[in-house]
Each structure stands twice: as C-alpha cells, then as structure tokens.
C-alpha cells in the first residue's frame, strides 16, 4: 500500500500561486495513476487533476483548466500540482490519491485519506 503526505499549501490572495506536493512511500508508486483531489467546508471531495502511470496523459476539472497542472516524478516517488491564478473558490484541503484513470471521471482508490494540506485563498 502507498501512504502519501501532502504538503505545500498555505494562504496566498486571489491571483497568487502555491505548488503542492505529495511524497510517496513504497516501491509500487510508478504503477499507479495520481490524482489530486480537494474537500471545501460544507461541501462533497471533488476531483481536481489526474495523471496516469507514466505521466503521458492529464486531465483536469473544468473549474482549474487552464490554471492548476499536475505533474509527476517516478523516480522521486513524488505528484505535484501547480496551481496558477487561484480564486477564493480554490479554498480547500488538498489531497493526492491514487486513482483509476478515466480523464476527469478518475475515482479513488480504497478508502484512506491522508491528512491533506490546507489551501486558503483570500480575495
């Protein structure tokens, strides 16, 4: 099993950037696909970007377009994403999880979450 610790997030204004990151433990990471996912208060996890195995495809919530990427790097046992241009609404705890890839459909897999890190954007 991959555990997996989110860091990076923090309180930047409306139109500043953050870079997350989440490291990996355990040999089996380079064969699961990767998503970033995030919970606002009150409302249900979304899924924000997703990346498959070896970093050939992406795929992203329309609400981040354009602005957040998600990257990846194997031998590093590490997911980033780089998020751009962010808005209030990107207020969240932020969460990586491996997925099963299917572009902005991807579902988690199994049912712990880490800890997240916390994205606060203020206008």
């Known amino acids: 099993q991959v555990q997996l610790v989110e860091s990076g997030g923090g309180l930047v204004q409306a139109g500043g950037s953050l870079r997350l990151s989440c490291a990996a433990s355990g040999r089996t990471f380079s064969i699961y696909a990767m998503g970033w996912f995030r919970q606002a208060p009150g409302k249900e996890r979304e899924f924000v970007a997703g990346?498959?195995?070896?970093?050939?495809?992406?795929s992203y919530a329309d609400s981040v377009k354009g602005r957040f990427t998600i990257s990846r790097d194997n031998a590093k046992n590490t997911v980033a994403l780089q998020m751009n241009s962010l808005k209030p609404e990107d207020t969240a705890v932020y969460y990586c999880?491996?997925?099963?890839?299917?572009?902005?459909?991807?579902?988690?897999?199994?049912?712990?979450w880490g800890q997240g890190t916390q994205v606060t954007v203020s206008s």
């Open positions: 990346i498959t195995q070896s970093g050939a495809r992406t």
């Open positions: 999880k491996p997925i099963v890839y299917s572009g902005s459909y991807s579902t988690p897999i199994g049912d712990y």
